[in-house]
């Protein structure tokens, strides 16, 4: 193996090392929280935040019990939204606090 062969890009190392010490879901979750205004719209993000994310299941604080439901009603759409927004399957339920 020539020494060209041996030398991994940057981007290869890290992404190896995000996946070997499981970072990948806490930098989906810090991602998410920059972009929540984009994935759920700007009243929802001004009336919610998410908080952490344990067994594929976002946990969100919301301000009031009427964003709760509205949350509720529209849980899968988010779940959607945001697997596709970052391209993995990450999210499989959502609880509202």
């Known amino acids: 193996m020539s020494r060209q062969d041996r030398i991994k890009k940057i981007d290869q190392v890290l992404d190896e090392l995000i996946k070997n010490k499981k970072w990948e879901k806490n930098l989906a979750l810090e ?10 719209g700007k009243k929802a993000a001004d009336n919610s935040k998410p908080l952490y994310i344990k067994n594929k299941r976002l946990f969100i604080e919301v301000s009031s019990p009427i964003w709760s439901n509205e949350l509720n009603y529209t849980r899968n759409k988010i779940i959607k939204k ?13 609880f509202l606090a």
Do not use: A, G
Request: charged share 40%; net charge negative; no cysteine.
């Open 82 to 94: 945001i697997n596709e927004y970052y391209d993995i399957q990450i999210i499989e339920d959502i």
């Open 31 to 40: 991602k998410l929280k920059e972009e929540w205004k984009i994935v759920v």
